[in-house]
């Protein structure tokens, strides 16, 4: 089995508790010890893209959504191409699920050094082909989840990376031949407990050429979903475009998948602090910081395409930024005053502990009380860390009365 990567993350970390008195007016420490032992190299993300026949309807704003989807993933993977190794999959292929892959994941590498042309190039290539798209067919999600997850690249367990599906769609999951809530053996005299069952999510699910297609494909998708995090730690990012997957069984089943993907949206900004205005509107954030809506969603290409940035933003990681749990305290001044009080924390990398400076790292409780940020060479060091050559900083906080 592939080892875990900690979700949206990019690097490996063991993290323990060891309680050090700093000051005799110390009631409480954190200590945060974090040795890193995995380069933080780009994930290998798949598009599995959505090119059923609903891809043909018109968008509020103006054009098709296969127009406004050409628009925005153009853009997007020309400003970040060279962020992530992207490759691509359609679905559906012949009627039926995904059967080959449009573009290949990047060879592996041990290292990113001087690749992003390569990525660049990359990225043009994926672009060419979702260009190059015709909308028609159902919507058979499981079954292309299932064989996006043999894609070898996502597969390798050697690379020190961290593995995504980033699936786009703008339906409901259905076309599947195997569905038990299929209706095709009463077609128009099913009666209508059956219907129910089938959730229909054509027009009509009565007629025996749509009955296997348009019945709603929800615990396949999410069993598939679930297996591919389970079983090979592959995460599934999902992504709804259209105005309407906000409601009813599209919001229901987009939510599952997100959650079963491991990558739902959270109400976290990019230090870590909890802000639920991060899941917009009226939606709300729970106990695990997960947003009442877990999919991205999208209603144009516009909407698509900051959706996609926003996802590669979490996804790329940052390993030298962390989060206190609660801010350190501070020493007191002679004067008694407030001014220029030094924190009580302190930063220890491979036993030595460091001040604070270019090279090192930065903490500014007026801009953020809870953040320290590595720079410089320090950065450099974590960045360029490997499982031979691990780092291990320790990060030691002290609040005080």
């Known amino acids: 089995m592939k080892r875990a990567l900690p979700l949206l993350g990019l690097f490996l970390s063991c993290q323990t508790y060891d309680f ?22 780009k994930p290998n993300v798949m598009l599995l893209v959505d090119n059923s026949g609903s891809m043909t309807e018109n968008v509020a704003s103006g054009g098709t959504r296969i127009s406004n989807l050409k628009s925005a993933m153009a853009d997007f993977l020309g400003e970040a191409g060279a962020l992530a190794r992207f490759g691509l999959t359609v679905f559906p292929e012949n009627s039926g699920p995904s059967q080959t892959v449009r573009v290949s994941l990047p060879n592996p590498t041990a290292s990113d050094d001087g690749n992003d042309a390569s990525l660049n190039a990359q990225a043009d290539a994926v672009n060419t082909a979702i260009q190059a798209l015709t909308p028609a067919g159902g919507t058979p999600t499981a079954a292309s989840v299932a064989f996006v997850g043999e894609e070898p690249g996502l597969n390798n367990t050697t690379d020190n990376r961290a593995d995504f599906v980033l699936l786009l769609t703008d339906g409901l999951p259905n076309l599947n031949t195997a569905n038990p809530n299929a209706i095709c053996d009463c077609g128009t005299t099913c ?4 219907k129910d069952t089938c959730a229909c999510t ?55 998948m997100a959650r079963a993907g491991q990558q739902p949206r959270k109400c976290l900004d990019n230090m870590g602090n909890v802000n639920a205005g991060l899941c917009g509107g009226a939606q709300t954030c ?17 909407e698509l395409k900051q959706a996609l940035l926003n996802i590669i933003e979490k996804i790329k990681g940052d390993v030298c930024s962390y989060t206190l ?25 491979d036993g030595a502990t460091l001040t604070p400076g270019a090279d ?5 409780a007026t801009v953020n009380n809870k953040l320290i940020v590595m720079n410089g060479a320090t950065c450099s060091k974590i960045k360029n860390s490997t499982s031979q050559n691990p780092v291990k ?3 030691r906080a002290v609040e005080k009365l």
């Open 20 to 41: 050090e008195r700093v000051s005799p007016l110390a009631v409480s420490q954190e200590s945060q010890t974090h040795t890193i032992v995995a380069k933080a190299l």
């Open 191 to 194: 009666d209508q407990a059956r």
């Open 202 to 256: 054509q027009g009509s699910c009565d007629s025996p050429g749509l009955c296997s297609i348009g019945c709603l494909d929800r615990d396949a998708t999410v069993d598939t979903i679930t297996s591919l995090y389970g079983n090979k730690s592959i995460g599934t990012i999902v992504i709804g475009f259209g105005d309407d997957l906000t409601s009813g069984d599209a919001a229901d089943v987009l939510n599952s």
């Open 286 to 302: 729970d106990s695990n910081n997960i947003c009442s809506q877990a999919f991205y969603q999208a209603a144009n290409g516009e």
């Open 325 to 349: 749990a609660s801010p350190p305290g501070f020493k007191a001044n002679p004067d008694g005053s407030d001014d220029l009080r030094e924190p009580l924390l302190a930063v220890v990398v």
């Open 360 to 364: 090192t790292y930065s903490y500014d």
């Open 393 to 395: 900083l320790e990060i």
